[in-house]
Protein backbone atom coordinates (compact mmCIF):
# COMPACT_ATOMS: atom_id res chain seq x y z
CA UNK A 1 0.00 0.00 0.00
CA UNK A 2 0.96 3.13 -0.46
CA UNK A 3 2.03 5.83 1.58
CA UNK A 4 -0.42 8.61 -0.04
CA UNK A 5 -3.45 5.58 0.19
CA UNK A 6 -2.46 4.92 4.02
CA UNK A 7 -2.64 8.46 4.95
CA UNK A 8 -5.79 8.76 3.33
CA UNK A 9 -7.15 5.71 5.36
CA UNK A 10 -5.76 7.55 8.16
CA UNK A 11 -7.59 10.61 7.62
CA UNK A 12 -11.23 8.81 6.83
CA UNK A 13 -10.31 7.29 9.68
CA UNK A 14 -10.18 9.64 11.76
CA UNK A 15 -13.00 11.71 10.49
CA UNK A 16 -15.23 8.34 11.69
CA UNK A 17 -13.68 8.84 14.98
CA UNK A 18 -15.21 12.27 15.29
CA UNK A 19 -18.39 11.46 13.67
CA UNK A 20 -19.50 8.92 15.71
CA UNK A 21 -19.58 9.11 19.52
CA UNK A 22 -18.97 5.59 20.11
CA UNK A 23 -17.10 2.41 18.51
CA UNK A 24 -16.07 -0.92 19.56
CA UNK A 25 -13.50 -2.66 18.35
CA UNK A 26 -13.87 -6.40 17.60
CA UNK A 27 -11.73 -9.01 16.76
CA UNK A 28 -13.00 -10.92 13.52
CA UNK A 29 -10.13 -13.37 13.25
CA UNK A 30 -11.28 -16.72 12.11
CA UNK A 31 -14.62 -15.80 10.51
CA UNK A 32 -15.43 -17.20 7.46
CA UNK A 33 -16.94 -15.08 4.51
CA UNK A 34 -21.02 -16.22 5.13
CA UNK A 35 -20.35 -15.58 8.67
CA UNK A 36 -18.76 -11.80 7.95
CA UNK A 37 -21.49 -10.94 5.71
CA UNK A 38 -24.07 -12.22 7.93
CA UNK A 39 -22.24 -9.98 10.19
CA UNK A 40 -22.15 -6.70 8.44
CA UNK A 41 -26.07 -7.37 7.53
CA UNK A 42 -27.13 -7.68 10.92
CA UNK A 43 -24.75 -4.18 11.59
CA UNK A 44 -26.81 -2.53 8.71
CA UNK A 45 -30.14 -2.91 10.42
CA UNK A 46 -29.28 -1.87 13.04
CA UNK A 47 -27.70 1.37 12.35
CA UNK A 48 -24.09 0.46 13.02
CA UNK A 49 -20.92 1.08 10.42
CA UNK A 50 -18.25 -1.74 10.18
CA UNK A 51 -14.66 -1.28 8.86
CA UNK A 52 -12.32 -3.62 9.01
CA UNK A 53 -8.84 -1.85 9.44
CA UNK A 54 -5.57 -2.40 9.79
CA UNK A 55 -4.40 -1.80 13.02
CA UNK A 56 -1.65 0.38 12.65
CA UNK A 57 -3.46 2.68 10.54
CA UNK A 58 -6.08 2.60 13.35
CA UNK A 59 -3.38 3.25 16.17
CA UNK A 60 -2.17 6.22 13.75
CA UNK A 61 -5.62 7.37 13.78
CA UNK A 62 -6.22 7.58 17.61
CA UNK A 63 -2.79 9.39 17.71
CA UNK A 64 -3.90 11.71 15.39
CA UNK A 65 -7.58 12.65 17.29
CA UNK A 66 -7.98 14.97 20.02
CA UNK A 67 -9.18 12.17 22.30
CA UNK A 68 -6.38 10.06 24.32
CA UNK A 69 -7.40 6.96 23.34
CA UNK A 70 -4.38 5.45 24.96
CA UNK A 71 -5.80 2.79 26.98
CA UNK A 72 -6.93 0.93 23.57
CA UNK A 73 -3.64 0.44 22.19
CA UNK A 74 -2.89 -2.58 23.43
CA UNK A 75 -5.83 -4.79 22.27
CA UNK A 76 -5.05 -3.95 18.28
CA UNK A 77 -3.75 -7.29 17.77
CA UNK A 78 -5.13 -9.86 15.52
CA UNK A 79 -7.67 -8.40 12.69
CA UNK A 80 -10.16 -5.72 13.71
CA UNK A 81 -13.08 -3.88 12.73
CA UNK A 82 -14.71 -1.21 13.95
CA UNK A 83 -17.95 -0.43 14.34
CA UNK A 84 -18.99 2.86 14.88
CA UNK A 85 -22.37 3.72 16.04
CA UNK A 86 -24.46 6.97 17.42
CA UNK A 87 -26.12 4.66 20.41
CA UNK A 88 -23.98 3.90 23.06
CA UNK A 89 -25.49 0.36 23.83
CA UNK A 90 -26.33 -0.53 20.29
CA UNK A 91 -23.49 -2.32 18.74
CA UNK A 92 -23.51 -4.22 22.75
CA UNK A 93 -26.92 -5.41 22.19
CA UNK A 94 -26.30 -6.50 18.35
CA UNK A 95 -22.95 -8.57 19.65
CA UNK A 96 -25.08 -10.54 22.42
CA UNK A 97 -27.79 -11.13 20.20
CA UNK A 98 -25.29 -12.34 17.29
CA UNK A 99 -23.18 -14.70 20.01
CA UNK A 100 -26.18 -16.72 21.07
CA UNK A 101 -24.79 -19.99 22.86
CA UNK A 102 -21.01 -20.80 23.08
CA UNK A 103 -20.08 -18.96 20.21
CA UNK A 104 -17.43 -16.63 20.43
CA UNK A 105 -16.53 -15.15 17.32
CA UNK A 106 -16.66 -12.23 17.02
CA UNK A 107 -15.17 -10.98 19.94
CA UNK A 108 -15.12 -7.70 22.00
CA UNK A 109 -11.75 -5.97 22.35
CA UNK A 110 -12.52 -2.93 23.28
CA UNK A 111 -14.96 0.22 23.30
CA UNK A 112 -15.60 3.69 23.45
CA UNK A 113 -18.73 4.80 24.88
CA UNK A 114 -20.16 7.76 26.57
CA UNK A 115 -16.54 8.89 26.97
CA UNK A 116 -15.73 5.57 28.89
CA UNK A 117 -13.56 2.71 27.87
CA UNK A 118 -14.24 -0.66 28.73
CA UNK A 119 -11.41 -2.98 27.73
CA UNK A 120 -12.13 -6.89 27.32
CA UNK A 121 -15.16 -9.63 26.23
CA UNK A 122 -16.17 -9.31 29.72
CA UNK A 123 -17.45 -6.16 29.56
CA UNK A 124 -20.32 -7.08 27.01
CA UNK A 125 -23.01 -7.03 29.87
CA UNK A 126 -21.84 -3.64 31.36
CA UNK A 127 -21.82 -2.00 27.22
CA UNK A 128 -25.28 -3.59 27.15
CA UNK A 129 -26.72 -1.92 30.03
CA UNK A 130 -25.85 1.51 29.37
CA UNK A 131 -28.56 4.07 28.70
CA UNK A 132 -28.56 6.19 25.80
CA UNK A 133 -29.89 9.72 25.88
CA UNK A 134 -33.13 9.24 25.48
CA UNK A 135 -33.44 6.58 27.81
CA UNK A 136 -32.28 8.89 30.71
CA UNK A 137 -33.87 11.51 29.77
CA UNK A 138 -37.20 9.10 29.63
CA UNK A 139 -36.53 7.97 33.50
CA UNK A 140 -35.42 11.92 34.40
CA UNK A 141 -39.04 12.54 33.02
CA UNK A 142 -40.55 9.68 34.98
CA UNK A 143 -39.03 10.60 37.81
CA UNK A 144 -39.89 14.45 38.25
CA UNK A 145 -43.66 13.34 36.72
CA UNK A 146 -44.21 11.10 40.08
CA UNK A 147 -44.23 13.45 42.38
CA UNK A 148 -46.57 15.55 40.12
CA UNK A 149 -48.81 12.54 40.43
CA UNK A 150 -48.78 12.50 44.22
CA UNK A 151 -49.26 16.28 44.76
CA UNK A 152 -52.28 16.16 42.34
CA UNK A 153 -53.85 13.33 43.91
CA UNK A 154 -53.78 14.81 47.06
CA UNK A 155 -55.20 18.31 45.78
CA UNK A 156 -58.43 16.17 44.19
CA UNK A 157 -58.61 14.39 47.44
CA UNK A 158 -58.22 17.64 49.64
CA UNK A 159 -60.69 19.43 47.35
CA UNK A 160 -63.61 16.54 47.41
CA UNK A 161 -62.81 16.42 51.27
CA UNK A 162 -63.73 20.13 51.27
CA UNK A 163 -66.67 20.28 49.12
CA UNK A 164 -68.31 17.45 51.14
CA UNK A 165 -67.70 19.90 54.47
CA UNK A 166 -69.11 22.65 52.18
CA UNK A 167 -72.48 20.50 51.58
CA UNK A 168 -72.92 19.20 54.83
CA UNK A 169 -72.91 22.78 56.38
CA UNK A 170 -75.03 23.82 53.44
CA UNK A 171 -77.35 20.93 54.62
CA UNK A 172 -76.92 22.11 58.41
CA UNK A 173 -78.13 25.67 57.91
CA UNK A 174 -81.38 24.89 56.24
Known sequence: MRKEDKGIIIEQLG????????????DVT???AARTSTFRRICFKNEVKMVVVK???LHKAFENSEVDFSPLYDTL?????VLFANVANQPAKMLKGFLKGKETIPALKAAY???GFYVGADQLDALC????KNEVIADIV???ESPMQSVLSALESGASTIHGVLETLAEKGE
Open 77 to 81: KGTTA
Open 30 to 32: GMN
Open 113 to 115: AEE
Open 129 to 132: AIKS
Open 142 to 144: AML
Open 15 to 26: EQLKAYPHFYLV
Open 55 to 57: NTL
